[in-house]
């Protein structure tokens, strides 16, 4: 039996990538993906310049950053205004402002129903759309406190999201209280 000899450029190696998204809410589980690939050095050098190509996009589009300070379990009283902030802005361009409401303690709807047979939770969500285009520059909105269909207190969570091209940014959640 013969033994393959190789070039130290075409050697067999494991490639392997790990990417993990930033979770959304503290119930959610977090989406995870791992990739293993055999290939040659050539190709996991071609692979990593590849795999970098998102992070420099990511680098280009600047991220919108908020600057409430909202406390952990923070209640907002209804009628009231809230001044959401966030970072000056130089870009001339706008991003969709929505609030939504969610139950802090989700319903199970299927214990092995979601891919791979994880869980399946209802959050029973609302989503309402504040502004279509607040403009970046603009570096605070305000928002009559207001609940939506009658949520509030300790069983309903809110938070407000910011949606910009192939981006989007979000403050801590909170609670309302009438």
């Known amino acids: ?20 998204s930033t979770p959304l809410h503290p119930h959610i589980p977090t989406p995870q993906l791992t990739i293993h690939i055999k290939t ?7 692979l990593i310049s ?19 300070d909202i406390p ?17 802005e130089t870009r001339e361009d706008t991003f969709k402002l929505s609030v939504s ?9 299927s214990p092995n129903g979601g891919p791979l047979g994880s869980p399946v939770y209802d959050y029973k969500g609302i989503n309402v759309v504040l502004d279509e285009a607040v403009k ?15 949520r509030n207190g300790s069983e309903w969570y809110y938070s407000f999201a910011a949606e910009y091209g192939f981006g989007g940014d979000s403050p801590r959640s909170f609670h309302l209280k009438v």
Not at 2 to 9: D, G, T, V, W, Y
Not at 40 to 46: F, R
Not at 50 to 68: E, I, R, Y
Request: aromatic fraction near 12%.
């Open 101 to 109: 409401s969610f139950l802090a303690n989700p319903i199970l709807v």
């Open 40 to 46: 040659n050095d050539k190709m996991v050098k071609s």
């Open 72 to 88: 952990v379990d923070a209640y907002y009283e209804e009628g009231t205004d809230f001044v959401l902030t966030w970072d000056k």
């Open 1 to 20: 039996m013969s033994r393959k000899h190789f070039h130290p450029s075409q050697r067999p190696s494991r490639f392997s990538c790990r990417i993990q």
């Open 136 to 150: 970046f520059t603009d570096s605070s909105y305000t928002w009559k406190v207001a609940t939506q269909d009658n």
């Open 50 to 68: 590849l795999l970098a190509v998102p992070s420099l996009l990511a680098g280009v589009s600047q991220a919108l950053h908020f600057t409430n």
